[in-house]
């Protein structure tokens, strides 16, 4: 099958994710009030160095569902690329205003597992949390693949399973807290319904207009 490479273009809208994520980095850090909400159910929740795996492929991950989408059906690409990235501004939003932090447990193990942990500890610090990027672009992939047809059975429960992999990931790596995880899935419902409602909708209804004056 031939694809033309203005055909690829909308697979440029993929390169908004990288440049959004240039301000985690600008507030990936503490100051004078950083909260913790961390409960005691989080404090019952065992450090399992092997969820590392999931947690690390996590971005190529969302990359090649969203290329996957694109192929599949271009409705439901643009539809999640568009909630991943307000979800990315609305989470860079709150980080500015409501900074938050999680303990890490101290590593004393040598294990791949264990290194790979202190890897990302080292180059990710414990701020950022509330409400997980993490959680919120995998659950999005998750109802991106529910408005997607065409995959099948298989496709479709390996990519739910990996999205929810990846979010268990993060609480037992220990990056994250559960009102991290609730958060994140409140706020991918509601701009998914923002988008659905309103964003697209109009999208939608502005390139119809433009291609009736196109026909005249």
Not at 80 to 92: E, F, Q
Not at 111 to 127: A, E, K, M, R, W
Not at 174 to 185: E, N, R, S, T, Y
Request: with cysteine.
């Amino acid at each position: 099958m031939r694809i033309s490479v203005r055909g690829l273009m909308p697979l440029l809208g993929l390169l908004a994710i990288p440049i959004l994520n240039i301000c985690y980095g600008l507030l990936n850090h503490g100051g004078s009030d950083v909260a913790s909400l961390m409960t005691d159910l989080d404090k019952q929740i065992p450090f399992v160095p092997a969820f590392i795996v999931p947690y690390v492929i996590w971005y190529p991950f969302i990359f090649t569902i969203l290329i996957v989408l694109f192929v599949k059906s271009r409705r439901a690409y643009y539809r999640t690329l568009l909630t991943l990235c307000l979800g990315l501004i609305g989470c860079y939003i709150i980080y500015y205003f409501f900074q938050t932090t999680v303990p890490r447990p101290v590593i004393t193990s040598q294990g791949v597992f264990d290194s790979l942990v202190q890897f990302i500890y080292n180059t990710d610090g414990p701020y950022n949390c509330f409400p997980s990027i993490h959680v919120l672009t995998s659950y999005l992939m998750i109802k991106g693949l529910a408005a997607c047809t065409g995959l099948s059975r298989t496709s479709q429960w390996l990519i739910t399973l990996t999205s929810w992999s990846i979010i268990l990931s993060t609480l037992f790596v220990k990056q994250h807290v559960l009102l991290d995880l609730i958060g994140a899935i409140l706020l991918s419902e509601l701009l998914t319904l923002v988008v659905d409602k309103w964003l697209l909708p109009s999208a939608e209804y502005g390139l119809l207009l433009q291609n009736k004056n196109v026909v005249k």
